[in-house]
């Protein structure tokens, strides 16, 4: 049998194939980390932000005003733990609103950026204490960069619908 070479056009719906498959991906990827935040808030809900709770915001707060990197366990030990209602609301809104962001797609990029930067503030606070799992931290960060400098909004997205991509 004569095995003939893939013509252009062969080439060409491999690659749409392959193109639709990696855009379905990061679809998913940022779908995940907006449930991850939306999911995350479910145990320092307002008004409180679990303070009844023996590991809700208020205890990672003094877990990282005591064992964060410098500078970040100054913020929590000096404004953060004084003030857990006002950082709580905070807290709140950042994460809400990047879950919310990367699970439509809508500003995906705003979203992520959002997303990494409280991830990246979360691994310097507990990261650092004692008996955390150091890599889910460092999982979290990377998993909220990918949709950061990824095209995570090509597909299923708002952003997509909207031409925005």
Known sequence: MIHLPPTLR???????YRFTRMASALAG?????????LYNLSWKLPPDFGKDDAEGLPYYLSLGAEHGLPGFSFFASEVAVP???VV????FGAELTAGLLLVLG??????????????ITIAALVAPAPGEWR?????????NVVPLVAPANLRYSADS???RV
């Open 106 to 119: 809508l500003q995906t990029t705003f979203g992520a950026l959002l997303g990494t930067v409280n991830a």
């Open 29 to 37: 990827l940022r779908i995940l980390v907006g449930l991850i935040w």
């Open 83 to 85: 003030h857990v209602g």
């Open 161 to 163: 619908a909207l031409g």
């Open 10 to 16: 062969d080439r060409a719906a491999e690659r749409d």
């Open 88 to 91: 709580g609301w905070a807290i």
């Open 135 to 143: 890599i889910g931290y460092l999982m979290l960060v990377a998993l």
